[in-house]
């Protein structure tokens, strides 16, 4: 049984009439087939790549993420507005067509993977190396881990008035329509302020708050850590052929949808380059995976989300397997509809064969900053396997040399319950500085509460790049 969820209020509205814009911009992910083409993480969708084994259609993208092209205005109550804009992306001069191995072609590796070898046995040696391999470990987390997101529909259309921004996406001849609140900044100013998708959390001063926890239920329903049904809600009636999507990338398809509104309308107060999720525990998943697959969100992070996230799934399997009581990939994969359908191949002794583990998923965050919050006192989220997957990432930011931008507080304390802890003033450093802009230190904010045991984790040497 997972820790409970803790769902953040939301206000659902009608939809007004609204303004339109064309699909095809920047900071979508593109989904992979097994015959390996697609896109990356937040890349822009491009054309059509044929089927998946799974059944899911696969595109081309441009790379791992793209940066945000700027949209036409709308009026403050959404009259006008335009397409968004495109931009480049870090994985431009990458390979448009990955193969990726099949299922029948992954190979046991008790090691947590080395992320800096790519899929053909060559080395990664530069930072626009690692762009490129960014771009096949997005790849592989769709198509292993979470499922594959479909991208950016067709069309999008957006209002914003008196706090809420009301969404209507097209696609395929379906449409659906959600909404979101927004509540500014307490002492914000002036001038545009930071946001963070609230999942249950709540806003730092100075940041506004995008009200996120019931449009995701919406979009993908929950089913309350009561095991793994069939999946529903509005994300799987745009697109029936994404069945084996799982909820947390259903998720993060619907907050890039969230951005693309805000990007397309006035009147939020929100600037659009200082954005950031939060949640805890399941929340905390979900706020993650938000960063991770949209590069729009400036600063990742998330609160004791363990599993899914920051618990690396062979250090898990280990751990259990030397009588600890804590989450395991086929633990996960059974209690809800979080994970892709794919996943379910990699439970007990055979997460050995997973391409990638979640040090490397979550070096998809870089170059932006991340922190996990976590607590040495929390059993179920296994403390030592988070440790082991934050010490690995915490070497691959200082390979890239940003070793700075990665803050891990890990007190001895339990399940989301980081207030009254140095998690506090770890978090608060990173806002100031990532998302309000202040200069203020970020070093050093990494709790070494294990030992990192690289004889029996680290699969190859950590290099330095330039």
């Known amino acids: 049984m997972n820790h409970p969820a803790l769902v953040g209020c939301l206000l659902l509205v009608p939809l007004a009439a609204c303004s339109s814009s064309t699909a095809g911009g920047p900071n979508d992910t593109g989904g992979a087939g097994a015959s390996g083409q697609g896109g990356g993480a937040s890349g822009s969708s491009a054309s059509s790549a044929g089927s998946a084994a799974s059944g899911v259609p696969t595109t081309a993208g441009s790379g791992p993420s793209g940066n945000s092209g700027s949209g036409g205005s709308a009026g403050a109550t959404g009259s006008g507005g335009g397409s968004a804009g495109t931009g480049g992306s870090p994985g431009e001069g990458c390979a448009t067509n990955i193969e990726l191995p099949t299922l029948a072609e992954l190979k046991a590796n008790p090691k947590m993977p080395d992320p800096f070898t790519f899929l053909d046995g060559s080395k990664v040696t530069s930072k626009a190396d690692w762009a490129c391999r960014r771009k096949e470990i997005s790849l592989l987390a769709e198509e292993f881990i979470y499922g594959k997101n479909p991208g950016k529909p067709e069309s999008i259309e957006a209002t914003y008035s008196g706090g809420s921004l009301s969404i209507t996406v097209t696609n395929g001849g379906k449409t659906i329509e959600f909404s979101v609140t927004i509540r500014a900044a307490s002492g914000g100013g002036g001038g545009p302020t930071p946001a963070i998708f609230s999942i249950g959390a709540s806003a730092p001063a100075g940041v506004a708050t995008i009200d996120y926890g ?253």
């Open 214 to 466: 019931r449009v995701g239920e919406r979009l993908a329903k929950s089913t309350g850590s009561q095991g793994r049904r069939a999946p529903s809600g509005l994300f799987y009636d745009l697109y029936p052929d994404y069945k084996s999507t799982g909820s947390l990338m259903a998720w993060a398809w619907g907050a890039s949808r969230v951005i693309d509104a805000l990007e397309m309308t006035t009147g939020h107060n929100i600037d659009t380059t200082k954005l950031s999720a939060l949640g805890c525990s399941r929340n905390g998943k979900e706020a993650g995976i938000i960063g991770l697959f949209d590069e729009r969100i400036a600063l990742v992070a998330a609160q004791s989300p363990g599993s899914g996230l920051a618990s690396g799934w062979r250090p898990a399997e280990a751990e259990k397997s030397a009588g600890a009581n804590v989450q395991t990939a086929s633990q996960i994969y059974g209690e809800e509809n979080w994970m892709g359908d794919a996943f379910e191949s990699f439970g007990n002794s055979n997460v050995n064969k997973l391409p990638i583990d979640q040090h490397e998923v979550l070096a998809l965050a870089w170059p932006r900053p991340l922190i996990i919050m976590e607590g040495t006192n929390d059993g179920w989220n296994c403390p030592k396997c988070v440790y082991t997957t934050m010490k690995y990432t915490q070497m691959i930011y200082e390979a890239l040399g940003s070793k700075d931008h990665l803050g891990f507080p890990h007190p001895p304390h339990g399940h989301c319950a980081q207030a009254g802890t140095f998690a506090t003033e770890y978090y608060s450093a990173f806002v100031n500085r990532f998302l309000k802009g202040e200069s203020v230190s970020t070093e050093d904010l990494f709790t070494d509460s294990f030992t990192f045991d690289a004889g029996k984790w680290q699969d190859g040497e950590i290099p330095t790049l330039d």
